[in-house]
């Protein structure tokens, strides 16, 4: 009897682990450029004598769902969606390189810009820093351009721009902070084919309403693994008074 419970038991952590993704994917589904976290189940089969109809559940894989969100106007100067396939750079907390399709920046106490997350915009040189203005624009290669503080309207100043990759998605993994990395040595390559969409942002690409269904089926999962825990009590506890009885 133990072998049917450790079986129920395995199905039972898995399901677990496919709604926490699921949970976090749909608390996520208003976030600025949110990648989906997506989670495969395997049959493992026992080898040897006696064993072979033996069959524990595993993840087989974790991976991330590449799609692309909903792209949405804004008007707001600082917003940005990259138009198409790629991502911007932005500084991770250990101070590496990462990527990211959140768009909706800003300017910090110090000058720099930042994303939503307070992730730092990397430019031509590291972090964007920028200097006192009366007017910003971002144009659709990345380029920021600035009117400084005190100068005539006109006079329009191409700062920096900002840091945009396209690398091969088989290549890349997401971490824990929500951040996307390259695997290997090294940055990415900048990719200058790449445009971004000024004064819109791109949604977050989990699907609520697919979430929600998943939730439930999930639950329900669950619900049947613990079932057949409880059944495989039952027969032993009946199978033991038997024995008393004999």
């Known amino acids: 009897m133990d072998h049917f419970v450790y079986i129920a038991a395995s199905g039972a952590r898995e399901t677990m682990l496919a709604q926490a993704a699921n949970s976090h994917n749909l608390s996520n589904a208003s976030t600025t450029g949110f990648r989906a976290d997506l989670v495969a189940a395997r049959s493992a089969y026992l080898s040897g ?20 969100g909903v792209i949405t106007a804004t008007g707001r100067d600082l917003d940005v969606a990259i138009n198409g396939e790629g991502w911007m750079a932005v500084q991770a907390p250990d101070g590496s390189e990462a990527l990211t399709r959140r768009g909706d920046l800003r300017i910090d106490s110090f000058g720099q ?16 820093a ?55 040595e090294g940055p990415a390559v900048e990719d200058a084919s790449i445009r971004l969409i000024p004064g819109s942002l791109e949604s977050s690409n989990v699907n609520a309403v697919e979430s929600m269904v998943r939730m439930i089926e999930l639950a329900r999962q669950f619900e049947s693994h613990v079932k057949m825990i409880k059944t495989a009590e039952e027969l032993d506890s009946s199978s033991a008074a038997l024995m008393r009885i004999s």
């Open 130 to 184: 920028l200097p006192p203005y009366s007017q910003l624009g971002i144009g659709a290669d990345g380029t920021i351009s600035i009117v400084p503080l005190g100068e005539d309207p006109n006079t329009l100043v191409e700062f920096d721009r900002i840091r945009v990759v396209n690398p091969d998605p088989s290549l890349l993994t997401k971490g824990e902070d929500g951040l996307v990395r390259l695997q290997g």
């Open 49 to 68: 004598a006696g064993h072979e109809s033996r069959a524990y559940a595993g993840i087989r894989s974790q991976g991330v769902d590449f799609r692309e």
């Open 113 to 128: 810009l930042t994303n939503g997350a307070g992730q730092s915009v990397l430019g031509k040189a590291g972090p964007i």
